[in-house]
């Protein structure tokens, strides 16, 4: 048996004006061939597909189409997109003829031209393999999952966890409903169903959170023998395209009508959440800090979702770090990260233990936060590297290319030329800077970060700053959306909105 596999991920935020290249992918590692189960067999959701499916079909033979993968950023630029296409097209026709295909996907990305490259992408593979070879795949639970992506695929399995914890499980999911369709001959039938509504990821919990017996209920539909996957999306909100909005999903063996019930029924208890989900205790940039210093414990760790690297928002934004710099002291100081690739080239140039004195950030979303003067000392200088493990990947080796440590007076920032994870202590860590030992540390991530930090936070608040993740929604601008969609419209009941009237099977 040969089995095809590939990987496309990165979130994209439409907001974000910056576009995606073909070199941000190369800093996460291009690989093709053998190279992707050599060098990620056991990252992530290609790690849990490989592990399950070596326990079904020990002997398959795994063939590498591709493997891309960059931090959420702005959209893919649209020559970068077209080569990625490409490289897909010839791997496949170099592969020969597959028994099925497993595909690593975000759900949320979109490219200059296209918004739904995740769709795009699966209607492509299923045009070079044909109708009959199965093909399933991975998403976020943040996808804004199209009708595209559900006609292309036979089973996508959706992550259940977020902070996503569940990646390598992900990959496995998949795997299980394909060992169902090649094993045991069962033809999947899709249903799905969207939803009028998309929520902060602020509230995205699904351990502890609002929305966790949503969650529960979908566990509870797989443990049945005729349902292949479950998926609730609750949507990448700062994604400006037709389809936002949250998405019921259920690949089932059987068309028993039962299942279009439950699927209502579970819509049901989505919509009683939504404007509890959407309000958030947040608070505004000044009283955010004072409350951490008046905490008593430390450290405080404040989530600056607008501007969270996990949300594809630049990682610049100096709201935080100005309130930081007006104070006369923090005690154990204040501890923040910025991508700022000038900053960091000015730093290198002071050296190690020079003087510095330049505008940090501001640079990549202007309209959101501008520069802020910085008079200092280079503490030190490095290449920023480590192994993300815990909220979105597991074993993911990220590199965020040089950095450098500045500090003036109680405050410590750390620069990094390029954008990736802003939920993990691992970040400071890398960098020999302790987070435990800081008064007040931001994590620029809504919701993630809480996975990450609560073993030792003294207490977690949330900012409400500007930025291209902001759940001000009043204050960004959708275009592309259909309507009425709340929160940007008012809406008693979901069948106010004609597409999301009942539920719908995928015909293929
Ligand atoms: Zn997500």
């Not at 630029?77 to 010839?90: K, M, P, V, Y």
């Not at 233990?353 to 940090?360: K, T």
Request: hydrophobic letters at 40%; charged letters at 25%.
């Amino acid at each position: 048996m040969r089995i095809a596999i590939g990987q496309l991920w990165q979130e994209t935020n439409t907001f974000n004006r910056n576009p995606t290249r073909w070199a941000d992918f190369e800093n996460w590692g291009v690989a093709t061939g053998r190279d992707i189960a050599a060098k990620y067999g056991e990252t992530g959701e290609i790690g849990g597909f490989l592990k399950e499916t070596r326990t079904w079909a020990p002997d398959a033979e795994i063939v590498g189409l591709a493997r891309f993968v960059c931090w959420p950023w702005g959209a893919v630029e649209a020559g970068t997109w077209q080569r990625i296409q490409t490289l897909f097209i010839e791997q496949l026709k170099a592969a020969g003829k597959v028994d099925a295909v497993f595909l690593a996907l975000p759900g949320a990305m979109a490219a200059e031209g296209d918004d739904d490259v995740t769709g795009a992408l699966l209607e492509l593979v299923r045009r070079e393999v044909g109708p009959d070879v199965p093909i399933v795949g991975s998403l976020d639970l943040h996808g804004v999952i199209t009708k595209r992506m559900l006609r292309s695929a036979d089973v996508l399995a959706g992550y259940h966890a977020c902070p996503h914890l569940d990646s390598a499980e992900t990959g496995g999911r998949a795997s299980k409903g394909l060992r169902r369709i090649l094993q045991d001959g069962v033809k999947p039938v899709t249903r799905w169903r969207k939803l009028p509504m998309f929520t902060a990821a602020e509230s995205h919990n699904t351990f502890t959170g609002l929305p966790a017996p949503l969650y529960r209920t979908l566990e509870a539909w797989e443990r049945e023998p005729d349902v292949l996957s479950a998926g609730l999306y609750m949507a990448m909100p700062w994604y400006d395209a037709a389809d936002l909005g949250w998405t019921i999903t259920l690949t089932t063996t059987s068309a028993d009508a039962k299942w279009d019930r439950k699927i209502d029924e579970l819509a049901e208890e989505c919509w009683k959440l939504r404007e509890p989900m959407d309000t958030l205790e947040r608070f505004a940039p000044a009283d955010v800090v004072e409350k951490a210093l008046s905490h008593g414990g430390h450290p405080v760790v404040i989530g600056d979702g607008a501007d969270a690297t996990n949300s594809g928002s630049p990682g610049d934004g100096t709201t935080l770090l100005a309130e930081f710099l007006k104070r006369d002291r923090i005690p154990h100081g204040a501890l923040t990260f910025l991508v700022d690739p000038e900053s960091v080239a000015a730093a290198a140039a002071a050296g190690e233990g020079g003087a510095f004195d330049a505008p940090l950030g501001g640079r990549y979303a202007p309209e959101y936060s501008q520069p802020v003067r910085f008079r200092g000392k280079v503490e030190k200088l490095l290449d920023v590297k480590f192994i993300l493990d815990g909220h979105i990947s597991r074993n993911l080796p990220v590199h965020m290319g040089r950095g450098a440590v500045v500090r003036s007076g109680d405050v410590t920032v750390l620069l990094v030329e390029k954008n990736g994870p802003g939920s993990t202590p691992k970040l400071y860590e890398a960098a020999g800077l302790d987070p435990r030992q800081f008064g007040i540390v931001v994590a620029k991530s809504p919701a993630g970060f809480r996975a990450d930090y609560q073993s030792f936070a003294a207490g977690m608040l949330l900012a409400d700053c500007p930025g291209c993740a902001s759940p001000n929604w009043p204050r960004m601008r959708f275009d592309k959306v259909q309507r009425p969609l709340f929160p940007l419209d008012r809406l008693a009941r979901p069948e106010e909105a004609a597409w999301s009237r009942r539920v719908e099977r995928v015909e293929r």
